[in-house]
């Protein structure tokens, strides 16, 4: 059964980066779409970027040109970059192996427990 664990969240001033790291154990990455998602509080979890196993990226426009997203097969992880945050961000994130269809489909039904990420004014 394939586990995802996500970390590096935490508090950042407006204007601020932080680094998220999703670990996948119980199956590999190679081969496979992976997408980062997000749930704010109160609202629905959303889609906000992915990467083919190419390493071909997308994202959805409110995070264009400031998220970035990259894996590393060698070590089963998938990071999301995130720069010149806004306190819009704030939220829990979350990755999945995903179907990379419009939208992405996410694939486990086992979410990790995400990474916390708090953006201040």
């Known amino acids: 059964q394939v586990q995802l664990v996500e970390s590096g969240g935490g508090l950042v001033q407006a204007g601020g980066s932080l680094r998220l790291s999703c670990v996948v154990s119980?199956?590999?990455?190679?081969?496979?779409?992976m997408g980062w998602f997000r749930q704010a509080p109160g609202k629905e979890r959303e889609f906000v970027g992915g990467?083919?196993?190419?390493?071909?990226?997308r994202y959805v426009d409110s995070v264009k040109g400031r998220f970035t997203i990259s894996r590393d097969n060698a070590k089963n992880t998938v990071y999301l970059q995130t720069n010149s945050m806004k306190p819009e961000d704030t939220a829990v994130y979350f990755c999945n192996t995903i179907i990379p269809s419009v939208p992405p489909i996410p694939i486990s039904d086992r979410w990790g427990q995400g990474a916390q990420v708090i953006v201040s004014v």
């Open positions: 119980g199956g590999t990455i190679s081969g496979a779409a």
């Open positions: 990467i083919s196993w190419s390493g071909t990226t």
